[in-house]
Every structure is written in structure tokens, then in C-alpha cells.
């Protein structure tokens, strides 16, 4: 079974952009662009991991990291923060900084979710040195 993994990023090249790039990596991919739409993805169905942007942060951010940090509803998510700067993100979160190198995100991805069932040499025939 593939892993699932939730976008949550404002910008939405960037969420096509990571979707493709997951996608093609074998990995099922749901996105969402504010906190509503995460928060209903995060109750139907099982996340296997979270990319949260930073730009997100305000209310909708902050209301998405109680629910996924310790004691909160989901803290059993995990999350991978994608931040302009890495002052931008809280110490207790993992995070990639933008502009984000497509090997790198899938190297993280694939240790905090194993891999989808391809190995690092199909990754390299993606075409993914661009960065996103």
C-alpha cells in the first residue's frame, strides 16, 4: 500500500510542484490550502506524514501544529515543516528549507515513511534537479 502524504501549502505551483515530484516518486499524494482542508483530509482518511508551510503560520498554522503536536487529536502525524528560513520554524519540528531539492525531500520523506517501492536509482530517472 502507498504511503499517503498531505501538502498543505498556500502557493499552489509549490503544491503541484511537491505533488509531482511525490507522485512520480510512488508516493499517494493529498493536498490541501488552508487549515479546513487539512483538517478534513487528517480526519478521513490516514496521513502518513505532513508538509506544512511556514507561510501558513498565522492562525491556520498554528491551529494545524496543536493539532499535530503532542497531545493534540493527530500527534501521532508526522510533520516536516517548509520554511523560507529555518528561524521560521519551531524546534520541535523537522524542517525543509525552500527553495527545496527534490532528492533531499524525498530522501526525508522516504525516512520518515519508508520508501514507496521504488528504490533511490529510479529516483534519480525522475528528472527532479530542479528545485521546487
Do not use: H
Not at 2 to 30: F, H, M, P
Not at 49 to 61: F, I, P, R, V, Y
Not at 73 to 83: C, E, G, N, Q, R
Request: aromatic share 6%; with cysteine.
Amino acid at each position: 500500500m502507498s504511503k499517503t502524504i498531505l501538502i498543505a501549502d498556500g502557493d499552489s505551483d509549490v503544491r503541484e510542484q511537491l505533488k509531482w515530484c511525490l507522485r512520480n516518486a510512488g508516493y499517494y499524494v493529498v493536498m490541501a490550502q488552508d487549515r479546513f482542508e487539512i483538517m478534513t483530509a487528517l480526519m478521513s482518511q490516514r496521513i502518513d506524514l505532513l508538509l506544512l508551510d511556514t507561510a501558513m503560520a498565522g492562525l491556520e498554522g498554528k491551529f494545524v501544529m496543536q493539532q499535530v503536536s503532542p497531545g493534540g487529536p493527530f500527534d501521532k502525524t508526522p510533520i516536516l515543516m517548509l520554511a523560507e528560513s529555518s528561524d521560521e520554524v519551531p524546534a520541535e519540528f523537522a524542517a525543509l528549507v525552500k527553495p527545496i531539492e527534490p532528492r533531499e525531500l524525498l530522501e526525508i520523506v522516504s525516512g520518515v515513511v519508508g520508501a514507496p517501492g521504488r528504490g533511490q536509482a529510479q529516483w534519480a530517472a525522475l528528472g527532479t534537479d530542479k528545485d521546487i
